[in-house]
């Protein structure tokens, strides 16, 4: 998948985590046997341009979508955390264990930002790189159409009220930014309808050698909403929410 429009919250979040090469280059000082008023200026930079080459295509690459990065992210803070942790019990040192504490709830801080930026609906799909195609919510459709007045229906397998993931049909999508989503559920003769401004912010592609007409897909963030629209957006999803199709 790629990204289309980058949002706000992506982008800060991605951002935030160059806040760890300072915080690296404290917890040295802290951990460090020198006394405060000699800091170990050297290995200070050591590790705060260390930080800052792990960190920067980290933050690119959530920037752009990739799933193994927010893992891999993961894993290097618990493995520093862990160390300072280690190390402040291998000396009883009890100001060391209140930075390495300080420093995981930062840690996790920014963890729980990057995931909570990748799994939103309009974001994330819902499916692993191993597997295909996403799976649509029954009876759910979304009329997608863009600014050159072309149209073409989708269906919807994520959809909450900043967005949703629907799915292709009949080949692959253009990926304009700015798109007018039509949402239908149901059969013909009860069928719901609400109309939405959105803003394609992902494009999702499936498997090479798993590619049809159902593998090409889009994540669409609501925008421009009426307080009239967002009270019949929520009681839309509520008909979904009460027939089991969402949480």
């Known amino acids: 998948m790629k990204v289309i429009v980058p949002t706000r919250a992506l982008l800060a979040s991605a951002a935030a985590l160059f806040l760890l090469v300072p915080a690296s280059v404290l917890m040295t000082a802290i951990f460090s046997a020198e006394v405060w008023w000699n800091p170990p200026i050297r290995d200070a930079q ?12 980290l933050s690119w690459l959530l920037m752009m979508g990739r799933p193994g990065a927010w893992r891999a992210l993961v ?32 840690c996790w801080v920014l963890g729980s930002w990057a995931l909570r930026e990748q799994r939103r609906s309009y974001f994330y799909s819902g499916v692993q790189w191993f597997e295909g195609t996403p799976q649509a ?15 073409q ?15 292709s049909q ?14 239908r559920f149901g059969v013909q003769h009860e069928e719901r309808k609400i109309r939405v401004r959105g803003i394609v912010v992902r494009q999702f592609e499936g498997r090479s050698w798993h590619r049809n007409g159902s593998d090409w897909g ?21 008909v979904l929410r009460g027939e089991g199709y969402i949480d």
Request: proline residues 4%; charged residues 15%; glycine residues 10%.
């Open 75 to 106: 894993g290097l803070l618990t493995l520093s955390c862990v160390g300072l942790f280690l190390k402040a019990l291998s000396g009883l040192n009890a100001g060391q264990a209140i930075a390495a504490t300080s420093f995981s709830a930062f």
């Open 218 to 238: 889009i994540g669409v963030r609501f925008v421009s909403l009426t307080p009239d629209c967002k009270k019949d957006l929520v009681e839309f999803l509520e």
């Open 137 to 151: 919510i029954p009876g759910l459709r979304a009329a997608i159409s863009t600014v050159d007045s072309s149209q």
């Open 46 to 57: 050591v590790v705060g341009g260390l930080t800052l080459v792990v960190i920067a295509p």
């Open 153 to 167: 229906e989708l269906s919807v397998c994520r959809i909450d009220s900043e967005g949703l993931f629907a799915v």
């Open 170 to 183: 009949s080949g692959r999508l253009v990926p304009w930014a700015d798109v007018d989503v039509e949402l």
